[in-house]
């Protein structure tokens, strides 16, 4: 099984523009996540999905879309890409269902995004 | 507001040493906690998940215990080799939506 699988690895932007980060994961995960990580401050939430059509923001949603058609992709859009994005992204699946906060959360190697 | 702080931030240890790593935070209302590792360039492993009905969960040379009522958790690595060398991420959950609130990471290096 591929797990989570993120694109592209790496990235440069210049401030303004706009881009979509991919997401896919092939174990039929109900709960989808992004995260982004910065030295000093740790992982936080972006934005979650608890099932394809359904999603809500996280701790530091401000300047980023996400949406849910199918199960397996969780895209996440940069609306116009700011220094303060440069940041390394990591996206996390995990079943649903009864008992889905136990679930252990699968992640992806990240996204390193970097914005002039 | 839940925060996570992990302490200390580094800790370098030579193999073969048992050693401890420490998380903390401040809201006892916690679903689970989770114990990550990361390696450099790469993306969260699952290590350990302690459900709030737990104290402890054990696997291999990994032991993690849970004190909902103090607000800490501990991480103890038996034996310590080289491969153990990573940064070590706690985060607890909230709820039963999988949201995660990490500490600052642990980065840990063990000396042959």
């Known amino acids: 099984n591929a797990g989570v699988t993120q694109t592209p690895k790496f990235q440069v932007l210049k401030t303004g523009q706009s881009m979509t980060l991919q997401c896919a994961q092939d174990m039929n995960h109900e709960y989808m996540s992004w995260y982004r990580q910065d030295p000093g401050m740790g992982l936080r939430l972006i934005h979650y999905?608890?099932?394809?059509?359904?999603?809500d923001q996280g701790e530091v949603p401000n300047g980023y879309n996400v949406s849910r058609s199918t199960t397996e992709d969780f895209p996440l859009r940069l609306l116009s890409a700011a220094p303060s994005q440069t940041s390394v992204y990591f996206c996390?699946?995990?079943?649903?269902?009864?008992?889905?906060?136990?679930?252990?959360?699968?992640f992806g190697d990240g996204t390193r995004l970097s914005i002039l | 507001k839940q925060e996570v702080t992990q302490i200390p931030a580094a800790l370098s240890v030579p193999e073969g040493e048992n050693l401890v790593l420490n998380c903390s935070f401040t809201d006892s209302a916690i679903y689970n906690l989770q114990w990550f590792r990361q390696d450099p360039g790469k993306g969260l492993t699952s290590l350990l998940l302690?459900?709030?009905?737990?104290r402890e969960q054990t696997s291999g040379r990994l032991n993690a215990s849970l004190d909902k009522s103090s607000g800490r958790s501990t991480l103890y690595i038996a034996a310590s080799q080289p491969g153990d060398s990573a940064t070590y991420l706690c985060?607890?959950?909230?709820?039963?939506?999988?949201?995660?609130?990490f500490g600052q990471g642990t980065t840990l290096q063990v000396k042959p």
């Open positions: 999905s608890v099932g394809a059509g359904i999603t």
């Open positions: 302690i459900q709030s009905s737990q």
């Open positions: 996390a699946s995990s079943r649903g269902g009864t008992g889905a906060g136990n679930q252990p959360q699968h």
């Open positions: 985060a607890v959950t909230l709820s039963n939506t999988g949201k995660l609130i």
